[in-house]
Nanobody, 120 residues
């Protein structure tokens, strides 16, 4: 299984961006797809997670109501980010796991990072 992330860029505060993660290879119905982010000097943190088969989602408190994670029948996952804030600035990574959870250590598949910069 491989993950390929795309999207990201520079946006003003209050704006929107959409990140996409293309999943290739075999996955399982209970496979968890997630978006993490890592800002300079900070640890990688879970932003949102979705279980591929059930569609059950989880969001970090900091992004609830602003970000939406989704997946399509082709196993890809998107992250729609609205009302962006300067503190959302980070490198965003898509990740996959049969275990799931909130810790980056639980995810064994990672896409390359994509930079999101939100200017004030």
């Amino acid at each position: 299984v491989q993950l390929q992330a795309s999207g990201g860029g520079l946006v003003q505060a209050g704006g929107s961006l959409r990140l996409s993660c293309a999943v290739s290879g075999r996955t399982f119905s209970n496979y968890a797809l997630a978006w993490f982010r890592q800002a300079p000097g900070k640890e990688r943190e879970l932003v949102a997670r979705i279980i591929r088969g059930t569609g059950v989602t989880y969001y970090a408190d900091s992004v609830k109501g602003r970000f939406t994670i989704s997946r399509d029948n082709d196993k890809n996952t998107d992250l729609q980010m609205n009302s962006l804030k300067p503190e959302d600035t980070a490198v965003y990574y898509c990740a996959g796991s049969r275990v799931g959870g909130s810790s980056a250590a639980s995810y064994d598949l990672w896409g390359q990072g994509t930079l999101v910069t939100v200017s004030s």
